[in-house]
Structures are given as structure tokens and as C-alpha cells.
Nanobody
Framework: QVQLAESGGGLVQPGGSLRLSCVASGIVFSEKHMGWYRQPLTTERELVAFIGSDGVTKYGDSVKGRFTISRDNSKNTVYLQMNDLKPEDTAVYYC??????WGQGTQVTVSS
């Protein structure tokens, strides 16, 4: 059974940083591309960042230059480093692997 467990969300002021983690089980992690999506309260789920099994990355336009996705295959973990956070980054962030499989989500709130 595939499980994706996110952590690291919380409340942060504008301009602050957070790092999200997603630990995967039930998959051959090193062979899978992984992704982060987010869903604000009133809009559809959108791609934040993607990392291939070869380490190639792709970002949504709104987070380019501020967010960085990375992976540690030895820990079956994918990370999302989020810098210079803005109120519009407020959303539930979901970890994704092909299947599709989704984590339970972690809330990120950017507010002063």
C-alpha cells in the first residue's frame, strides 16, 4: 500500500520560509518522479513543483525562484523548501506520486 506522509506546514509571516517533507512508503521511491501540488481554499489544485527520478525539476510559474524541490532517495523523502513566502502561497500542500497517489496534505498559512 502506497503511503505519502507530509509534514512541515504551519503559520509563517510574509517573507518567511518553511520546508515541507514527504516520506513515501510502498513504492520504489528512487524510480518515481515526485511532485508537490497545492490547493487554496477557493481554487483548483495546482502544480507547485516536480522532480524526476533523474533529478530534473520543474516549477509552477508563481513559485519559480522562491521554491526548491529536492529528494533524498536514501530516506524515501522529497522536500519543498519555500522561501520569500507570500499570502497567496496560503494553501493545503499535497505530496504526489504517479498512480496517482496523494498524501493527506499539510496546511501552509502565510499571514502577518
Amino acid at each position: 500500500q502506497v503511503q505519502l506522509a507530509e509534514s512541515g506546514g504551519g503559520l509563517v509571516q510574509p517573507g518567511g520560509s518553511l520546508r515541507l517533507s514527504c516520506v513515501a512508503s510502498g513504492i520504489v521511491f528512487s524510480e518515481k518522479h515526485m511532485g508537490w501540488y497545492r490547493q487554496p481554499l477557493t481554487t483548483e489544485r495546482e502544480l507547485v513543483a516536480f522532480i524526476g527520478s533523474d533529478g530534473v525539476t520543474k516549477y509552477g510559474d508563481s513559485v519559480k525562484g522562491r521554491f526548491t524541490i529536492s529528494r533524498d532517495n536514501s530516506k524515501n523523502t522529497v522536500y519543498l523548501q519555500m522561501n520569500d513566502l507570500k499570502p497567496e502561497d496560503t494553501a493545503v500542500y499535497y505530496c504526489y506520486s504517479p498512480g496517482p497517489h496523494w498524501g493527506q496534505g499539510t496546511q501552509v498559512t502565510v499571514s502577518s
